[in-house]
């Protein structure tokens, strides 16, 4: 991508398969090469119109001569269209804007596209008007990265954390934590400039507290990190178990729909298949798993590697059992739990399924507790008992997903951490301020102190792209959409 390009680029904004399409143009000449093909209603051209003003008219083609013909160049029009008008530096690329509506043909808009190229427009790369906005100081990167994320919300909950962080309210947090470094590091320089004086500017006892809160509102950004992470790609969940413990049957009763194929022989399925719901505003992919078993079918072993795979990067772990006898459950249980590592991030409900079979089934879940606490380090959250096949008590597993993250802090502006870029910056600045702090206990010289101080501030910095590079911002923007 061509950063800070003098060249006017333009590409279609809008989706497919609307009534409305959106074309954008950008640059110095926008303007101009938008004259040459509009036709307005009024007579009144665009460069001598006011920005933030719409104009009513026609796109019109201008035919190429044939060559050897004397005869005039032939026009045609394409479209209808409303034209906005958006003057430098009051648009959203901080450069002279124009957007044509017109009617939301894929042909209709390829041939307004095709027009503004012959007139000196140039297509748009992936994400170079917001890289632009960027460039203009109208939003600094996270704010630019919460523009995809926007786009790609597909709930209350992601659009809450992209709206959040695109208004700016989540680059404060930053920047106020940067803020706090660079007054830290200053005292401390000070000092370097009178290093002859023996002199200290920096009280070390303040210092010391000033750093642990900095220190505290890193470990509770990178913290939040868990609830975005989960949010913005949604909360996978693994249900695994034995053949014929009711996987596939689950997964239908959850997603309501006759999903995985359900059959009486065991190791019916072989491939993982995720499908997704939508609880108190966050997205659940439920995954369903070949069943846990020794067996000499590769077909069918590959389906349990895949289970395994699947259970580690699962954010819960949903464990079925067939309801039995407490000791024919717990073997189930240490058969699945043997080839699997659960994660002490992962959150692990044990589901005894086929309840409406089941006899004893209250004593017997007792007595498999006591099991599970003498013979085994298996802790679940949750032990439920349902029935997949008719459906009872199956609210009580919806509700108890809809329990393990509280999202009510991001609707009330309150900054989770949801981008991995910005994790990893925040785990960096975490370690050179754990550096920092040991140096200051230890009385270590002002200069070394500082240099692990600096290096918090520009990883700090790099969330919000205070400090420039531009191999992050290539790699960042080269994600985004067309158009945007």
Not at 20 to 49: H, M, T
Not at 352 to 359: G, T
Request: proline share 2%.
């Amino acid at each position: 991508m061509l950063l800070n390009s003098p060249d006017t680029i333009t590409a279609i904004a809008s989706g497919k398969g609307g009534a409305i399409g959106v074309i954008r143009v950008s640059g110095q000449q926008a303007i101009e090469i938008c004259d040459r093909i509009f036709r307005p209603a009024s007579g009144k051209p665009l460069k001598e119109a006011k920005g933030y003003t719409l104009h009513y008219g026609e796109i019109v083609a201008h035919e190429e001569l044939t060559e050897g013909t004397d005869s005039c160049p032939s026009e045609h029009v394409i479209d209808d269209v409303i034209v906005s008008l958006f003057r430098a530096p009051k648009s959203y690329t901080g450069e002279d804007m124009v957007e044509i509506s017109c009617h939301g043909s894929r042909y209709i808009e390829q041939e307004i596209i095709r027009q503004l190229i012959r007139q000196g427009a140039r297509p748009a790369e992936a994400g170079e008007f917001t890289i632009r906005a960027f460039l203009a100081g109208k939003m600094d990167l996270s704010q630019a990265e919460a523009v995809a994320d926007m786009i790609a919300s597909v709930d209350r909950a992601t659009h809450a954390l992209a709206l959040n962080q695109m208004r700016g309210g989540y680059s404060s947090d930053f920047t106020e934590l940067r803020q706090q470094l660079i007054d830290l590091a200053s005292l401390l320089e000070l000092e370097l400039d009178f290093g002859e004086e023996d002199v200290e500017f920096a009280d070390r006892a303040q210092l010391g507290k000033l750093l642990d809160q900095a220190l505290d509102k890193t470990r509770t950004l990178l913290q939040s990190f868990g609830l975005g992470n989960a949010i913005k790609e949604g909360v996978g969940v693994a249900i695994i178990g034995s053949p014929n413990a009711g996987k596939s049957t689950l997964l239908n009763a959850l997603v309501k729909d006759d999903r995985a194929m359900v059959s009486d022989i065991a190791g019916t399925t072989r491939d993982v298949i995720e499908e997704s719901i939508n609880l108190e505003g966050i997205t659940f992919r439920f995954i369903d798993t070949a069943g846990i078993r020794k067996t000499e079918d590769r077909l069918e072993q590959m389906g349990i590697e895949r289970t395994i795979s699947a259970a580690g990067k699962a954010h819960v772990i949903l464990l079925l059992v067939e309801a039995g006898t407490p000791e024919t459950m717990l073997a189930a249980i240490q058969q699945n739990t043997a080839c699997i590592s659960l994660q002490a991030d992962q959150h692990l409900c044990l589901i005894i399924n086929k309840s409406d079979l089941a006899n004893n089934l209250p004593e017997n879940t007792a007595t498999l507790q006591t099991l599970l606490a003498a013979n085994t380090n298996i802790v679940p959250e949750a032990i439920l008992t349902l029935s997949a096949k008719t459906g009872r008590n199956l609210e009580q597993l919806l509700n108890w997903l809809s329990t393990l993250f509280d999202t009510k802090d991001i609707y009330t502006g309150v900054t989770v951490v949801s981008n991995s870029r910005h994790y990893e910056a925040l785990y960096r600045a975490e370690e050179a301020l754990c550096r920092t702090q040991t140096g200051l206990q230890n009385g270590l010289a002002a200069d070394l102190v500082v240099q692990d101080l600096r290096e918090a501030i520009f990883h700090i910095g790099l969330v919000t792209n205070v400090v420039s590079n531009n191999d992050i911002l290539n790699n960042i923007f080269s994600k985004f959409c067309i158009g945007k």
